[in-house]
T-cell receptor, first 115, second 114 residues
Framework: DSGVTQTPKHLITATGQRVTLRCSPRSGDLSVYWYQQSLDQGLQFLIQYYNGEERAKGNILERFSAQQFPDLHSELNLSSLELGDSALYFC??????????????FGPGTRLTVL | GQQLNQSPQSMFIQEGEDVSMNCTSSSIFNTWLWYKQDPGEGPVLLIALYKAGELTSNGRLTAQFGTTRKDSFLNISASIPSDVGIYFCAGHAISNFGNEKLTFGTGTRLTIIP
């Protein structure tokens, strides 16, 4: 158990819909990262938040947005969903701000299926 | 999105054998990371490398940061059943403008044959 929690575990929705994925970081961690893992694109870094502020941006689509709240939990919002958005979405957290230097602890993931 | 070339794509070995896998890129990275992912779980960091030529061990695992900064290698010695899983490399780079990118490899699936 990494200490990172993600809800829901599974999500099934239809094309065109909007969903929100939630992540609670490990106690004391200030950074939250979001990743997408799909069969064709592999593991892709989406975005990082550090202490409430966006810190680094990866391959995140404009239809996707994220935020980190004062209690440090984070939400990833996916809108106008397409079939290709079906994937595992992971959240990770770390103590500091280093995207490549901090040890990231991954949550168990949310499996999104778009029908 | 971009992915790093990781090989082999899959490996079938017997318990006790040594394993080697590598990751190559056309661009330079400042940090190389190696992760392991078990079925149904998120990746777990195994080794981090911060300097070209660096060789780092973690138990039976040894990883190297290639001298060109465009590749990295992971070796596992005397494999055991719990080594089964998917191994990912990841490269971290910072551009001159301060933009950061973190790119993952395509993964190597390790299976141990009884």
């Amino acid at each position: 158990d990494s200490g990172v929690t993600q809800t829901p575990k599974h999500l099934i929705t239809a094309t065109g819909q909007r969903v929100t994925l939630r992540c609670s970081p490990r106690s004391g961690d200030l950074s939250v990262y979001w990743y997408q893992q799909s069969l064709d694109q592999g593991l892709q870094f989406l975005i990082q938040y550090y202490n409430g502020e966006e810190r680094a941006k990866g391959n995140i689509l404009e239809r996707f947005s994220a935020q980190q709240f004062p209690d440090l939990h984070s939400e990833l919002n996916l809108s106008s969903l397409e079939l290709g958005d079906s994937a595992l979405y992971f959240c990770a957290s770390s103590g500091n701000r280093g995207l490549g230097t901090d040890t990231q602890y991954f949550g168990p993931g949310t499996r999104l299926t778009v029908l | 999105g971009q992915q790093l070339n990781q090989s082999p794509q899959s490996m079938f070995i017997q318990e006790g054998e040594d394993v080697s896998m590598n990751c190559t890129s056309s661009s330079i990275f400042n940090t190389w990371l190696w992760y392991k992912q078990d079925p149904g779980e998120g990746p777990v960091l195994l080794i981090a490398l911060y300097k070209a030529g660096e060789l780092t061990s973690n138990g039976r695992l040894t990883a190297q940061f290639g001298t060109t900064r465009k590749d990295s290698f992971l070796n596992i010695s005397a494999s055991i059943p719990s080594d089964v899983g998917i191994y990912f490399c990841a490269g971290h780079a910072i551009s001159n403008f301060g933009n950061e990118k973190l790119t993952f490899g395509t993964g190597t699936r390790l299976t141990i044959i009884p």
